[in-house]
């Protein structure tokens, strides 16, 4: 949380540097100029995980099938 509310120029440049951002991708919504928003969440996810190459820096969220009452 060190990361959030930084607005000085310095302390982002060093920050970045030091602690650099995770981009985490939980969705898709279009690809290739196609809407996707008309599939099922799970088949979009299906496409995220083939459209997108995870590195250090790029993360799919992880997803779990059912109930989030079941999972808290």
């Known amino acids: 949380m060190e990361r959030e509310h930084v607005d000085n120029k310095f302390r982002i440049e060093l920050l970045s540097k030091v602690k650099p951002a995770t981009y985490i991708i939980f ?4 690809l290739n100029g196609k809407e996707l928003t008309n599939f099922p969440l799970l088949e979009r996810k299906k496409i995220l995980e083939k459209a997108i190459e995870e590195n250090e820096r790029i993360k799919i969220a992880e997803y779990k099938i059912g109930g989030g009452k079941e999972l808290f």
């Open 27 to 30: 969705d898709i919504l279009f």
